[in-house]
């Protein structure tokens, strides 16, 4: 019954290596969104998209970019990878329409680490 | 902009006590206001959302508009409540904006 699926749980990095994170959703969600969850920094919203090849700027996008090619994948892309960028990385969905839709699901989370 | 406040990093109660985990938010219309919780090796998931008005594993919010709060009530904590609790806030923008998180801990 899982829903949204992060491809890798753990990855270990080099500093400067390109890093593809990779989310793929089977709810037919239109929104998807890219989170990193840090200790006492809580969920920052990187990216989020709200359509095929659409996508927004979140709080905190410096470093990182996305890419929406199919409504039911969102990657998450690290050009360059640096130690600061070592953190857990949640993906998210949900569907656009009333509020009762205005509820995400998450994947497991991937946590990278950059050496 | 849209500010999500958890002031308590950290919340130890003993079983059968009260829990209250507090969050104020600021934003200037009328937010829609959400609980999430993560279990330990569990994914991070909906607890309850104001315009609900339910009551989940026990638990209950109420959006106080006067006062900017959500805060998070549960009149006699189990040991199964221990994770982590996030409030968080969707604004007009379509962004939900999370607060840092207060651990909670149940005391056997």
């Known amino acids: ?115 | 902009a849209q500010r999500v406040t958890q002031p308590e990093k950290l919340l130890s109660v003993f079983k059968g006590a009260p829990v209250e985990l507090k969050c104020n938010y600021s934003y200037s219309g009328s937010p829609e206001l959400f609980w999430y919780v993560q279990y330990s090796r569990q994914r991070l998931q909906l607890l309850l959302r104001h315009i609900s008005r339910e009551s989940i594993k026990g638990f209950t919010a109420d959006l106080n508009k006067g006062e900017t709060s959500f805060h998070l009530k549960k009149p006699f904590a189990q040991e199964e409540d221990s994770a982590m609790y996030y409030c968080a806030l969707l604004g007009g923008n379509e962004k939900l904006t999370f607060g840092t998180g207060t651990r909670l801990t149940i005391i056997p």
């Not at chain 1, 090849?53 to 892309?77: N, Q, T, W």
């Not at chain 1, 690290?78 to 205005?102: D, F, K, V, W």
């Not at chain 1, 994947?107 to 050496?115: E, H, K, P, Y």
């Open chain 1, 1 to 115: 019954d899982v829903k949204v699926t992060q491809s890798s749980r753990y990855l270990v990095k080099r500093t400067g290596e390109k890093v593809f994170l990779e989310c793929v959703q089977d709810m037919d969600h239109e929104n998807m969104f890219w989170y990193r969850q840090d200790p006492g920094l809580g969920l920052r919203l990187i990216y989020f998209s709200y359509d095929v090849k659409m996508k927004e700027k979140g709080d905190i996008p410096e470093g990182y970019s996305v890419s929406r090619e199919k409504k039911e994948r969102f990657s998450l892309i690290l050009e360059s990878a640096s130690t600061n960028q070592t953190s857990m990385y949640l993906c998210a969905s949900r569907p656009t329409g009333n509020s009762g839709a205005n509820v995400l699901t998450f994947g497991a989370g991937s946590r990278l680490t950059v050496l």
